[in-house]
């Protein structure tokens, strides 16, 4: 994978790493991946249409996060 491109297992919104004034340490890794956001997205936008959930809403906001992820990716 190349620097500029979209890696769907990335943080959506990353934070840096800190230290809890218990000293424990909060990963920077935390929330939901892109891959998850983008989907969540997708079926909340086919859920604005119709309202019912189902397994073919479900299968497609993936297949929608899916495609704009390779699209993000195509070089110019």
Do not use: C
């Not at 769907?8 to 934070?15: D, Q, T, V």
């Not at 909060?26 to 859920?47: C, I, V, W």
């Amino acid at each position: 994978m190349k620097n500029n491109e979209t890696n769907p297992n990335e943080p959506a919104f990353s934070k840096p790493a800190f230290y809890h004034p218990d000293g424990g340490l909060d990963s920077p890794n935390t929330g939901l991946t892109k891959r998850e956001y983008f989907a969540a997205m997708a079926l909340q936008g086919l859920l604005a249409l119709g309202g019912v959930v189902y397994q073919s809403s479900v299968k497609s906001a993936v297949e929608y996060a899916d495609a704009l992820i390779e699209e993000l990716n195509k070089t110019k």
